[in-house]
């Protein structure tokens, strides 16, 4: 089947131009002025670019007690909406689980998937089974990336000996270790305390999650990937003490990426304040939303480059399960989504008020992450014999979010009553027109697992590099006997 998008405007992390595009049997097959023939979809006044890629999704998660309310269909068809073509998840094996049922188990999730998707495996235990196991996740199962989580003590945590051993394994498979960065010792201890000082509402959840908590933390786990030769990506960076270990490492040439959510550039923490208990519940999520000296900072990490990525980390829970914390901040089900809105918010906030480029909109959207999970240029790249997953965005189209007309299962909306400009005229997953301006057309089960392979240039770079200047045993010729 061949598909031609006319009269766009080319826009990638690198170049804009105008010509159109062939699309066959999914693939972009030319690019070129005049192209005819086949099904014509018409870009004219449209900018058409790499679909987009949330490399951060929790879709049907277990966690505190129940299972985030969007599933792979939803999910998917929210992204999709949203302009997002493919999603990558987290399977998060149970303390004492083979990391390989846990992958099993994240994709019988999958069958409704309506665009592409890829899995993160958390390192949530360690032992020589997991040791031995994340090779076959790496050279088998097409997984490069493994999720440690710093926060969540007595659940996902794991401590600085089993995050360090991991890394090693990670800097000898070529995989690349991801890092929820909060100092979970103290968050428990901070937690407690406000309990005891009948601290018990949502606000409290953001006071017990200072931005030095997360800085610490992502200052601790960089300093430990150095150390043990890897690279490191810091998920959800939301404040400057985060994003600036971040930036004196990258200063220093440490491979570290750091990813802001669209929630954490664009809300603040003025929502906890809210008397509503719902309104602050619905919003609480791990880190916190910050003032807005730390968004500035974040979006300055994004023009500047030392900030790499924006995705969602949607993982939405209805208000009804947000209730399970009433009188205990710490039951509130974390997490907030965001698939639909991560584009036209940014666009929005971004690209309209010249804060980013197009084309940096495209590198922090989809193109800098397939190049650091190694799936660049099938992803994120329009360029023949790459994936036609492409976004169609018309920079006029505009819209009031409204949890009323929303692709997600909850019944509330984080971005409600925002205005964005520049939405998707047309979203294609490997060429079929997902959706059509306002018609949803996503085909239940066409999203396929994206397998990606170990060893980018950088783990590659970084393992030449660290191999060169390893500790060496100095040979001498002369040395004194013992006592003498
Ligand atoms: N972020 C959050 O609050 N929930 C999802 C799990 C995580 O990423 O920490
Ligand atoms: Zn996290
Ligand atoms: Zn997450």
Redesign the pocket.
């Known amino acids: 089947m061949t598909t031609i998008i006319k009269n766009g405007t080319i826009v990638t992390a690198d170049l804009t131009y105008t010509a159109d595009i062939r699309i066959e049997n999914g693939l972009i097959a030319e690019i070129g002025q005049n192209l005819t023939g086949g099904d014509t979809l018409d870009a004219t006044g449209c900018y058409v670019m790499p679909g987009g890629i949330d490399p951060?999704t929790?879709l049907e998660?277990p966690?505190m007690g129940t299972y985030s309310a969007d599933d792979f269909e939803s999910g998917t068809r929210a992204a999709l909406a949203g302009g997002t073509t493919m999603v990558v998840d987290f399977a998060l094996p149970n303390p004492g689980q083979s990391l390989l049922d846990a992958l099993d188990m994240w994709h019988n999730k999958t069958s409704r998937a309506a665009c592409d998707y890829s899995f993160h495996m958390a390192i949530t235990w360690w032992g020589a089974q997991v040791f031995e196991e994340m090779e076959t996740i790496v050279r088998d199962r097409g997984i490069n990336t493994f999720k440690h989580?710093m926060?969540?003590k007595g659940a996902l945590m794991v401590d600085d000996d089993e995050m360090f051993a991991s890394f090693q394994r990670c800097a000898e498979l070529g995989a690349l270790p991801l890092v929820?960065a909060e100092n979970g010792d103290v968050v428990a201890q901070m937690q407690a305390k406000l309990m005891a000082d009948g601290n018990d509402g949502p606000e409290a959840h953001a006071y017990s999650r200072p931005p030095e908590v997360e800085g610490e933390a992502t200052n601790r786990a960089i300093m430990i990937a150095d150390m043990a030769g890897c690279p490191v990506y810091i998920?959800?960076t939301s404040c400057e003490q985060s994003h600036e270990a971040i930036r004196r490492a990258r200063q220093k040439g440490c491979r570290v990426y750091g990813e802001p959510l669209i929630q954490h550039l664009t809300l603040d923490e003025s929502e906890y304040a809210n008397p509503d208990w719902d309104h602050a519940a619905r919003r609480?999520?791990?880190p916190p939303f910050r003032s807005k000296q730390h968004q500035d900072s974040l979006w300055a990490g994004l023009s500047s480059g030392s900030l790499q990525v924006v995705a969602t980390?949607h993982?939405a829970f209805t208000t009804q399960q947000k209730r399970s914390g009433l009188g205990d901040f710490r039951k509130i089900p974390?997490?907030?989504g965001g698939l639909e809105d991560r584009m036209p918010m940014l666009w929005t906030h971004g690209v309209a008020t010249g804060r980013i480029t197009m084309n940096e909109f495209v590198a922090v959207t989809s193109t800098n992450i397939a190049k650091i999970l190694n799936i660049y240029p099938k992803k994120g790249a329009i360029l023949v014999g790459a994936d036609a997953d492409l976004v169609v965005w018309d920079p006029k189209r505009t819209k009031t979010i409204s949890a009323k007309t929303q692709q997600s299962a909850i019944d509330y909306n984080v971005f409600e009553g925002k205005t964005v400009t520049g939405l998707p005229r047309y979203t294609l997953t490997r060429g079929v027109v997902a959706i059509e301006e306002d018609t949803v057309k996503t085909r239940e089960g066409h999203g396929a697992f994206v397998r990606r392979p170990p060893v980018t240039p950088v783990a590659k770079a970084l393992s030449t590099w660290k191999d060169i200047t390893a500790p060496r045993k100095v040979t001498r010729t002369g040395i004194p006997a013992s006592g003498v």
Do not use: E, P, R
């Open positions: 951060h929790h998660m966690f989580f926060a969540y929820h998920v959800h609480v999520m791990s980390d993982c974390n997490g907030t």
